[in-house]
Nanobody
Framework: QEYLAESGGGSVQPGGSLRLSCKPSGLISRFGCMAWFRQVGGKEREGVARIDEDGITGYPAFAQGRFTIFKDIAENTLTLQMNSLKSEDTGVYYC???????????????????WGQGTQVTVSS
């Protein structure tokens, strides 16, 4: 059983930046697709960014140009760099991972087998 541990959440003013980290219990190189999701209020969890085993990334429109996902193999960490944050970015952010090799990479919650506990991000003036 793999475990994912997120860190880096907190409070920031609109226009500010935060960097979230996700550290798996095993080697990050063992995973295929990895991603970040968020949940705002009572809404469904939505995808924020994804990265496959080749480092190819994908973002929904609201994250494009503001958020960057990348893997640090040496640090065994998945990172989400978030810039130009808005109040509507407030929510709980989750790291997700899938272990299927070459299984594709999609921002659907039911695609991922492993999830972290989440970290709170609050954007407010």
């Amino acid at each position: 059983q793999e475990y994912l541990a997120e860190s880096g959440g907190g409070s920031v003013q609109p226009g500010g930046s935060l960097r979230l980290s996700c550290k798996p219990s095993g080697l990050i190189s063992r995973f295929g697709c990895m991603a970040w999701f968020r949940q705002v209020g009572g809404k469904e969890r939505e995808g924020v960014a994804r990265i496959d085993e080749d480092g190819i990334t994908g973002y929904p429109a609201f994250a494009q140009g503001r958020f960057t996902i990348f893997k640090d193999i040496a640090e065994n960490t998945l990172t989400l760099q978030m810039n130009s944050l808005k109040s509507e970015d407030t929510g709980v952010y989750y790291c997700a991972a899938d272990m299927r090799p070459r299984g594709g990479c999609f921002l659907f919650t039911n695609f991922f087998d492993f999830w972290g506990q989440g970290t709170q991000v609050t954007v407010s003036s």
